[in-house]
């Protein structure tokens, strides 16, 4: 590297770091509030749809070309502040010796599940790097064509009890009856598998900051099927562990989770530098319970983005005001953006978050 | 009437009046906490499936006498304080001109649903003796049956904002995308339908109550997909006039929602003697949230009867625990009873928090 390279490397560097979305990771002021949305790159993007024609969910995840154009997908599209790195939180899974497959208009099927004990003892621990080789290298990918941008990537995973509710339930579901039955009926076992997927979920969490993933996010998607008591009883334990082992990788951790604004300061007690919540509660008050020395990030209805302007620009407003100037604020949905939502929304609604906070 | 049936009307009505399910609801000490459990007439019971076996759900609802059978069946079996009417939220939809059906495997659907404001205009308001005369009829019969042994019927229907969303959606979903939609993009024709709805499920309130239902629930199953702000602009009114019409019929009202722990103050107000939680909450919360002038019922995760009885015995004790003795609490689930129940633990849990509170 010659050292012009090597300034230009700074220089891209240091424009990462004090891109909008980092900064308010690290609660600092930004001259605008940044935004970025849950599953961005998707099916309501013509572009994605082109792909997804030729190719199945499994193909584009486990090929770092097509994963990192569609992950570019929604960042030329629109003026959002973060990428996140196209795939989906399953797919360690079948490292693990799990059987998965997308099925048309069901979503995630395990086509081999956990049934019992003994089926949470054969599960293998596997290096990221050999069962999630292809995200690995996508993260390099967009990397290297966003870092000159300035425009930060983000990493993600499942967090274990969502994917402990898939596989042992085999698919999504209201409830995850089986899932929560399996857990109040082998309660060794359970602790067991989520130990497993702490270790799998933490090593290919810190290789994706590794492969230049500026910041990792967290998902717990069905945390909110579990009251309370038995968020802390079955969830915190492992949660906390993997926060702590994830702060190796030096780079910002979001915690999501959505049915969880009851008891945001169990949450929050799990770790993480950004609290991820859903739309129930508003953003003000949900803030004060996760505390201010955490930033925070969402919160709109997914579904607001379905309706006219007028009515979204009202729930936005909402949640800016709620706000107001404290920094630390990313604007995002409360769970993944709708297949059904019209672009010219969602490029108006970044538009409009960066017009009304600057 | 002779003077003694007169007499033993009133003892039996008096009786009626002193059970323990209708002194919780009206914050009377009980010897022992009531117990009735949601959907507690249904598919984990043998002599249920064996009446579906040969009926469909709708035969079932429309037949007084299977329905006052279903009903009495969990009364028979295990030791609990209420019964409810067997039927179900969405047949009122049919008397207002929408088709329905209960697809196997896959829940109610709607064969013709509203898709704009013209469907609301052409929704009718029937009155419930016409539309549903059967389960009106259901009720004077589990009545006749019931009020010797000083068991209350309860009778219910679904509240506007969770018939709405079926009537728009078509059937069950998680997000209720459709619904939210036409809900912010037509708030006028959304105002109608909720209006219209208040007007349909009062009435059948009331005609239940006069049939002899000694307590009444609303069912918001689903205002939980709504934010906190967005259930007081689109729920809150509809439930308050409802609640208001209702209160004609002189009997408590229980007011039923999940997924709203967050603003269980906001749903309060919108009327009922009875406040029903869902599991997510400490039931001792909640009810601080909700306020100890109304009564609360609730709140066990019904996946908890699903595990080892000594896994359920501390959920229940800590449900009962967090109580302590103040009067008012009716024992329920969060949310309706699973079919994989085993009928041996309903029994189990019934006899059990009265003996623990006795």
Known sequence: MTNVDMN????TESKLHQSRFLKACRREPTDRTPIWLMRQAGRYMAEYRAIRAKHSML???QNPQLA???TLQPINAFDLDAAIIFSDILPPLMGMGLELDF???VGPQLGRCIESPADVEKLTIPKAEDCMGPTLEAIRLVRQELEPRGVPLIGFAGAPFTLACYSIQGGGSKMYEKAKRFMFTYPEAW?????????????????????GASALQVFDSWAGVLSAADYVRFIQPYNTRLFQLVQSASVPLINF?????THLDEVTKCGGDVIGVDWRMPIGKAWEMVGHNH??????DPTALLGPWEELQLQVDRI???????PGHIFNLGHGILPPTPIETVKRLAEYVHERTG
């Open 8 to 11: 230009e490397t700074l220089n």
């Open 59 to 61: 193909e584009v995840i």
């Open 68 to 70: 990192a154009e569609v």
């Open 103 to 105: 099925v048309k208009g």
């Open 191 to 211: 602790s067991q598998l989520m130990h497993k997927l702490v270790d799998v979920v933490a090593d290919y969490l810190i290789q994706q900051a590794k492969s």
């Open 257 to 261: 989770s959505t049915g969880t604004s």
């Open 295 to 300: 930033a925070i990030q969402g919160n709109l």
């Open 320 to 326: 800016l005001d709620d706000v107001g100037d404290r």
